[in-house]
C-alpha cells in the first residue's frame, strides 16, 4: 500500500500485517457485533454545520476536560494488551489517554513517557484488596483520574476469540499486575492471567461499590458505561462524572 491518506486504511494494513488471532481481537466485536455496527452508524449520523465568511487563518483546537486543559478533542481509549500489535504501544506520548488496566504496558511505563493527561480504567475485582492496590499505583503514577467500568460485569461473547482460541502471547503479560499481592488471584501464571483476571470481575457490582471506591481515593471517578438517563439520574453524588465510549 503506498502513501496513508485516510485513517480507515490503518485497519487493512493491520488486516494484512498482523497474524490472525490478534487482528480478529481488535477488530471484532462481542455475538453478532450489532452494538459495533450501530456505533458506526451513530457515527455516520453526526454531521458539521459549517458556518461561512470566518476567519480561520488561526485555529485553536484545544479545550477542556475535567478541567486539564488538552490541545485538541481527541483522547485514547482504553484497549487493551495493545502490545500484540506494536511493542511500543500503549507507552507513546499523546494528548490525552486513558490506560487500560488490562494494558501489557504498567502504568509506571507510560508515567514514565513524558507530560500528558492520563485516566486510569478501572474493573472491579472481588477481591477488593486488589482493587485498592491498582488504584494505589495509579495515583503514585500520576494518573487524573480512575474510570471504572460499570457496563461489563459479564464480559461479551467475543465469537472471533472463541473459534481462533485467542490468548496473550507468552512473551506478553498484563503488567498492571505484577508485583501486586493477588490474593484470591495468585493461582493464575503469566500464561493464563488475562483469561483468570477476567473470570475475577466481580457481578455483584452496584453503586454501594462505587461510593466504596470513593473512600479508597481522592482522584475523580468517572462512571464509564452508563447508557440511560434513568442510570444517570441514579446518583449525582460529588465526585462521580458519567460518559461513554462508542
Known sequence: MGEITNVMEYEAIAKEKLPKMVFDYYASGAEDQWTLQENRNAFSRILFRPRILIDVSKIDMSTTVLGFKISMPIMIAPTAMQKMAHPEASTLCFNFQTLSSWSTSSVEEVASTGPGIRFFQLYVYKDRNVVAQLVRRAERA??????????????????????????????????????????????????GLAAYVAGQIDRSLSWKDVKWLQTITKLPILVKGVLTAEDGKQNNSPGFYYYRYF
Open 142 to 191: 500520576g494518573f487524573k483520574a480512575i474510570a471504572l467500568t460499570v457496563d461489563t460485569p459479564r464480559l461479551g461473547r467475543r465469537e472471533a476469540d472463541i473459534k481462533n482460541r485467542f490468548t496473550l502471547p507468552p512473551f506478553l503479560t498484563l503488567k498492571n499486575f505484577q508485583g501486586l499481592d493477588l490474593g484470591k488471584m495468585d493461582e493464575a501464571n503469566d500464561s
